[in-house]
């Protein structure tokens, strides 16, 4: 238990402080349920003197509206800290995730890691926010008001207190060993709550392959297993938990009759009074509730130390070295040196060297897996290299902080991906501070003005998650005037106009032109036009490269020759 009260205490982080003042708190708390105690033992004492008079009434209601209104403000006010503090400390636990992914290898995400880090952010740490603060509370809480009262039942018998205080250590002994039993059970819990998460999300995303093949209900075993692994985890840890419980309730009904027994005995042979053994009674049983309080606690706080613990491997997740600096590099030429790069056993590139002076157009070919996203990727460090270096301005871009290194490139993908936000938020993503005329600017330069102005609230329209609510050719122009608002000095172009279609054409021929002027360009295409203007075209083939103009390679590349043959054969096909 204080190992895993200590786990929530040191995940807490900034929030320490309002656990510590919501556990202070509800001590007091506990101080004004006292009240209700004294407000019942005047009015026993004056049945037991015989006095008629309203004084011991007027006193018992005071205490007794005193108790009431302070344990309302004490426990509003300790719920607010501990809800604060869990909500929080698990926001910042998100954040810090979000942090840490950033500085992760592209190639760590994969179907499955990304399955995990969904469930950690969401059905893991919704355990943590939920529950977390509340819980250790909670049971700190129960304890102290069980020690102030089996203190108060001690004071009016020794007897009495020592028989309270076996049954809350044979109940304690039960919840130590629910607890220990359940150490194996909950990790599995939180595994399969993820996975969950994840196929329900897979199932949601791809809904649209699902109908289009006619497999709505079929082909969706996966989905079927993770519900049956939920449901079995779930319910092996209720099977548990159960008898355990049933026990519970035993010990402490067993402890209350002999308690009950006991006081009488003790009125009848004249060794207590009836207000003693009263008050004896009714305390012993106020002290029994705070501990069947604690118990129920002390069942959730495994599933919340287990739910840090899954938390916490986010912190095992692999960093590019992170011992760089900030940058501004004057040259934004590039220099690739005998570059090595694979992808585990699988060799892309091999020793790769290449030079792209600063302010030229370079395109990169080859056949599909060739390695041309992967060498412009590099460039940007989504990986790093296994051999070699990759230089900018003449320093090694491991060099450089993440930040500064990125502040010198935009990347311009074949899939544009835009936010579930408005189009002016969206455009601003890469320079949060620009103005709206610097949007507009932008979306001018990209040729989206146009089209974002006939939308119901022009830039304040929100696009669904992904813009699923624009045509490709729309949110392609997007994401180039939000490479423009940012304005890097280098531009990575990663198959850009693939997927575009014709009446687009001409409006994304003049983003690029606009978005490429007087910048270092690196592009990935098969557009003969594209090629032909560049002003070094690179060959990748089997992990290595060769380079020049069009003309040179033509005579000097057969692989490139072979491509542009291919090339001009489609380009002049006819149905």
Known sequence: MLEAIKKIIDFSGKEKSKIYRAIIISFFKSLFSMLRMAAIYFILIAFEEGNNTMKPAWIALILLGVSIAGQFALKMIADLQAVHAGYFMSAYKRLEIAERLKKVPMGYFNDSNLDRITGIATTVLDVVENQGAN???????GLMNSVVFLICVLC??????????????????ITSSMEKKSRSLSPV???????????????????????????????????????????????????????????????????????????????????????????AVIISFQVFADIEQTGAGLTVLRVVSSSIEEAEKVNLLPVMDENGKDFIPDDHGISIDHVSFSYGDNAILNDASLEIPENTMTAFVGSSGAGKTTLAMLIARFWDVNNGSISIGGRDIRDYTLESLMSQISVVFQNVYLFADTIENNIKFGMSDADHEQVVAAAKKACCHDFIMSLPDGYSTVIGEGG??????????????????????????????ANVDPENEDKLTAAFDALTENKTVIMIAHRLKTIRNADKIVVLDGGSLCSGTH????????????????????ANWKM
């Open 135 to 141: 819980v250790l509370v909670l049971i700190l809480s």
């Open 156 to 173: 009016f018998d020794w007897r009495l207190g020592l028989i309270e205080l076996a049954g809350i250590i044979i109940y304690m002994l």
């Open 189 to 279: 819990r939180q595994k399969n709550e993820a996975a969950l998460v994840s196929k329900v999300l897979e199932s949601l995303q791809g809904m649209s392959v699902i109908k289009s093949f006619n497999l709505t209900g079929k082909g969706d075993e996966a989905l079927k297993k993770a519900i049956d692994d939920n449901r079995d985890s779930n319910l092996a840890l209720e099977r548990l938990f159960i008898p355990y419980g049933e026990a519970q309730g035993v010990v402490l009904g067993a402890f209350k009759a002999l308690l009950l027994l006991i006081a009488v005995v003790l009125f009848i042979t004249g060794n207590m009074t009836i207000t003693y053994a009263l008050m």
């Open 468 to 497: 699923a609510t624009l045509s490709g050719g729309e949110k392609q122009r997007i994401s180039i005037a939000r490479a423009i608002l940012k304005d890097a000095p280098i531009i990575i172009l990663d198959e850009a106009t």
């Open 551 to 570: 003309d040179e390679l033509l005579r000097t590349s057969s692989r490139y020759s072979t491509f542009i043959r291919l090339r001009e054969e489609a």
